[in-house]
């Protein structure tokens, strides 16, 4: 049973480009939930998708933004690139559009320069 | 904000000690949660704690929840070097946008 998968594992921007950041939930969970982590610091909730639509939003600009297919993976894009969006990127996914007992994926590394 | 804050910040033990976090929040709960994260990788469920509990076990771990003081404690037993890890708790805020906040966790250390 595959656990949450992201990717890539790490990227490489400049300021100003777009990225696209990818997750697969858990088999059976339904919901994914997307976090930002600055080092040294506790995850930030970005926003929770189930059923195709973003359903909580955390305080993100609209540079974030993210979309749910019909087979519950996720993506994450990130407009407009500045140098304070380099962090970890987690992806979380859950069962029944739920903020509990979350498994994360590995998270994707994300470095603007 | 809702964010918890841990407390202490590092926590340094030798293998066989107990090792005691804690958390504190700002407004209502429905539950709280504990994570372990191993050097900046994914998070790891341990714990959930209902608002009408006030101490649960699982394995080594122990969690007390005093909603009166809106805190709570994560106890390791008998820490093992593999329990080297940041460990953070998490609330959903009940009174706000209903989003799940995290703290800024606790760096643990066991020493060999």
């Known amino acids: 049973d595959a656990g949450v998968t992201q990717s890539p594992t790490h990227l490489i921007k400049t300021r100003g480009q777009q990225v696209t950041l990818r997750c697969s939930p858990k088999?059976?969970?339904?919901?994914v939930s997307w976090y930002q982590q600055a080092l040294g610091q506790g995850p930030q909730f970005i926003f929770q998708?189930?059923?195709?639509?973003?359903?909580q939003r955390g305080n993100f600009p609209d540079r974030f933004s993210g979309h749910q297919f019909p087979n519950y993976s996720s993506e994450l894009n990130v407009n407009a690139l500045l140098l304070g969006d380099s962090a970890l990127y987690l992806c979380?996914?859950?069962?029944?559009?739920?903020?509990?007992?979350?498994?994360f994926g590995s998270g994707t590394q994300l470095s603007v320069l | 904000s809702q964010q918890g804050e841990e407390d202490p910040q590092a926590l340094s033990i030798q293998e066989g000690e107990n090792a005691t976090m804690n958390c504190s929040y700002k407004?209502?709960?429905?539950?709280l949660q504990w994570y372990r994260q191993n050097s900046g990788r994914g998070l790891v469920h341990l714990i959930l704690?209902?608002?009408?509990?006030r101490e649960k076990h699982s394995g080594r771990l122990r969690v007390t929840l005093d909603t009166s003081k809106k805190s709570s404690s994560l106890l390791i037993t008998a820490s093992r070097a593999a329990d080297t890890a940041s460990y953070f708790c998490?609330?959903?805020?009940?009174?706000?946008?209903?989003?799940?906040?995290f703290g800024t966790g606790t760096r643990l250390t066991v020493i060999p």
């Open positions: 979380a996914s859950s069962r029944g559009y739920s903020h509990e007992k979350l498994f």
């Open positions: 088999s059976g969970h339904d919901t």
């Open positions: 998708y189930y059923e195709e639509e973003e359903r």
């Open positions: 407004t209502s709960i429905n539950n």
């Open positions: 704690i209902r608002s009408n509990e």
């Open positions: 998490a609330t959903v805020d009940q009174t706000g946008a209903n989003n799940l906040f």
